[in-house]
Nanobody, 126 residues
Framework: QVQLVESGGGLVQPGESLRLSCSAS????????IGWFRQAPGKEREGVSC????????HYDDSVKGRLTISRDNAKNTVYLQMNHLKPEDTAVYYC???????????????????WGQGTQVTVSS
């Protein structure tokens, strides 16, 4: 059974960092693309970042480029999202998802993913 569990969210001040974890079971994270999405209150879920089977990564929001790093630990079957210099506009529920394919696409579409975690809340506030 495929399962994804996010962790690592919390309340931080602007400028601080967080590392989110996406622990997977039921499949190998290095076989498929793994994506991170986020949904802020009152907004639609949006793609944040993706790591492909080959280890290549894409970031989908200009506001996060340079501040976020996606990585993978195959031994732990876990994908991470390191977020630095956090801003209040980063406040959202963050989800990870298993891709249907081994590659990341130029645009991150929900329909390219077939399993989702329950999400972890990130709140950036002073």
């Amino acid at each position: 059974q495929v399962q994804l569990v996010e962790s690592g969210g919390g309340l931080v001040q602007p400028g601080e960092s967080l590392r989110l974890s996406c622990s997977a079971s039921g499949f190998n994270v290095d076989y498929y693309a793994i994506g991170w999405f986020r949904q802020a209150p009152g907004k639609e879920r949006e793609g944040v970042s993706c790591i492909s089977r080959s280890g290549g990564s894409l970031h989908y929001d200009d506001s996060v480029k340079g501040r976020l790093t996606i990585s993978r630990d195959n031994a732990k079957n876990t994908v991470y999202l390191q977020m630095n210099h956090l801003k209040p506009e980063d406040t959202a529920v963050y989800y990870c998802a298993k891709g249907k394919y081994p590659v990341c696409f130029a645009s991150q579409d929900n329909t390219d993913y077939d399993s989702w975690g329950q999400g972890t809340q990130v709140t950036v506030s002073s």
